[in-house]
């Protein structure tokens, strides 16, 4: 019998450093998230980040939080209960980080008598500190505990033409009282060495800023490209004019080059250049979260005033939307009557 495993990044259990560390502990030493060997992890995120980023972070998520809890939760756990209700196969959500285990939600679905699961990392695009380590620990989980269960995975979908659409919709819904003279496309970073290590054919990739435009296989992991392939798409879709468009990367940690330019600088910038009208869409996430109601609702509005900007949007992410739900559910049926994945 066939069934669905959504999976998104999880969150801590409460926005406190007590409940922050462990959280944060398990998702930074993963090692497609920081690269390094074991030991140098060890001492970067237990000796050096751990050391006060829980009550850091704490206070943000505290900004964020919601009664009923983390907004990526909440959102994700609406999301799954109305693709339920679009769909007849059993559908299961699980986190890659914090208490929602992929495991458990691969016993829900073995319970139900599922055998072949179509597993969705909730990620437009491809990188190894997303989308790769959610199929890995999802294999892992499936070799040690389930292994009679069958797993595919669902492509990611960051062109695919009908998930361009609802997004592009949302985004015309979101500026429509909106006179912006700027629009800004700001994606989660992540270090330039992650993009050289995903490319398969270990010379395409240069970070120099032509290489993403020039065909290539390394394209289907490489998350600078995808990126903007997905704003094109946008631009092209909503007829956005070229000049009032840019793409820029944020929440990034010291040390490391990280894709450029970086949100926080452009934000900086805009208002000197006369561009004091800002809309900020963040499309590397299905849901609204920390990084985008914190630091780019919050934080990038106030950086972006303090530097002489005037007015300020964020365009929410498309959440539990219901065009959204249903491209999900589509893609869900058609796996489910033929095997076909979306592309
Ligand atoms: C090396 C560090 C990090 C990489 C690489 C990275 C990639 C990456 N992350 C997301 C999605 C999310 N990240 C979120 C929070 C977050 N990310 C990092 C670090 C890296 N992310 C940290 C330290 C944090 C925690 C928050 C903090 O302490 O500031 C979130 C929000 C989670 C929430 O609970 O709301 C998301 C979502 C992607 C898609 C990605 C690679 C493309
Ligand atoms: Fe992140
Ligand atoms: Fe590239």
Same mark, same amino acid.
């Given at each position: 019998?066939?069934?669905?495993?959504?999976?998104?990044?999880?969150?801590?259990?409460?926005?406190?450093? @007590?409940?922050? @560390?462990?959280?944060?502990?398990?998702?930074?030493?993963?090692?497609? /998230?920081?690269?390094?060997?074991? /030991?140098?992890?060890?001492? &970067?995120?237990?000796?050096? &980040?751990?050391?006060? #980023?829980?009550?850091?972070?704490?206070?943000? !998520?505290?900004?964020?939080?919601?009664?009923?809890?983390?907004?990526?939760? /909440?959102?994700?756990? #609406?999301?799954?209960?109305?693709?339920?209700?679009?769909?007849?196969?059993?559908?299961?959500?699980?986190?890659? !980080?914090?208490?929602?285990?992929?495991?458990?939600?691969?016993?829900?679905?073995?319970?139900?008598?599922?055998?072949?699961?179509?597993?969705?990392?909730? !990620?437009?695009?491809?990188?190894?500190?997303?989308?790769?380590?959610?199929?890995?620990?999802?294999?892992?989980?499936?070799?040690?505990?389930?292994?009679?269960?069958k797993i595919t995975t669902l492509p990611p979908?960051?062109?695919?033409?009908?998930?361009?659409?609802?997004?592009?919709?949302? $985004?015309?819904?979101?500026?429509?009282?909106?006179?912006?003279?700027?629009?800004?496309?700001?994606?989660?970073? &992540?270090?330039? #060495?992650? $993009?050289?290590?995903?490319?398969?054919?270990?010379?395409? %990739?240069?970070?120099?800023?032509?290489? +993403?435009?020039?065909?290539?296989?390394?394209?289907?992991? +490489?998350?600078?490209?995808? +990126?903007?392939?997905?704003?094109?798409?946008?631009? =092209?879709?909503?007829?956005?004019?070229?000049?009032?468009?840019?793409?820029?990367?944020?929440?990034?940690?010291?040390?490391?080059?990280?894709?450029?330019? !970086?949100?926080?600088?452009?934000?900086?910038?805009?208002?000197?250049?006369?561009?004091?009208?800002?809309? /900020?869409?963040?499309?590397?996430?299905?849901?609204? %979260?920390?990084?985008?109601?914190?630091?780019?609702?919050?934080?990038? @509005?106030?950086?972006?005033?303090?530097?002489?900007?005037?007015?300020?949007?964020?365009?929410? +992410?498309?959440?539990?939307?219901? =065009?959204?739900?249903?491209?999900?559910?589509?893609? &869900?049926?058609?796996?489910?009557?033929?095997?076909?994945?979306?592309?």
């Amino acid at each position: 019998m066939k069934g669905v495993l959504l999976v998104n990044l999880g969150s801590p259990e409460s926005p406190t450093a @007590k409940d922050v @560390k462990p959280y944060l502990d398990e998702f930074l030493m993963d090692e497609r /998230v920081i690269d390094v060997n074991k /030991v140098l992890r060890n001492i &970067i995120v237990r000796g050096i &980040i751990l050391q006060t #980023r829980p009550k850091k972070s704490a206070e943000a !998520y505290a900004k964020i939080w919601w009664e009923e809890g983390s907004p990526l939760v /909440v959102i994700s756990e #609406r999301f799954t209960n109305k693709v339920r209700q679009q769909t007849n196969l059993p559908v299961a959500l699980g986190m890659r !980080y914090g208490k929602m285990t992929i495991k458990n939600a691969l016993q829900e679905l073995k319970d139900k008598g599922v055998d072949d699961v179509l597993l969705v990392p909730l !990620y437009p695009h491809y990188a190894m500190s997303s989308f790769e380590t959610v199929v890995v620990k999802a294999m892992e989980v499936k070799d040690e505990f389930f292994s009679n269960i069958k797993i595919t995975t669902l492509p990611p979908f960051y062109k695919n033409p009908e998930y361009i659409k609802v997004l592009s919709e949302s $985004i015309a819904e979101g500026l429509k009282n909106f006179d912006y003279d700027h629009i800004l496309f700001s994606y989660h970073g &992540i270090p330039e #060495r992650h $993009i050289r290590k995903s490319d398969p054919t270990k010379f395409h %990739c240069k970070i120099d800023g032509n290489c +993403c435009s020039t065909n290539s296989v390394a394209h289907h992991t +490489c998350y600078r490209h995808q +990126c903007y392939e997905m704003t094109e798409r946008i631009k =092209a879709f909503l007829q956005l004019p070229e000049d009032k468009v840019s793409l820029s990367f944020q929440s990034r940690l010291p040390n490391d080059p990280w894709l450029k330019p !970086y949100t926080d600088f452009e934000f900086e910038r805009f208002p000197k250049e006369g561009k004091k009208k800002l809309a /900020v869409i963040t499309p590397a996430f299905v849901s609204d %979260c920390l990084e985008t109601l914190e630091e780019i609702a919050m934080e990038g @509005k106030h950086q972006f005033q303090e530097a002489g900007g005037e007015d300020y949007i964020h365009i929410p +992410c498309l959440n539990d939307n219901d =065009a959204w739900v249903q491209v999900m559910a589509d893609w &869900i049926k058609d796996w489910d009557a033929s095997e076909k994945l979306p592309a």
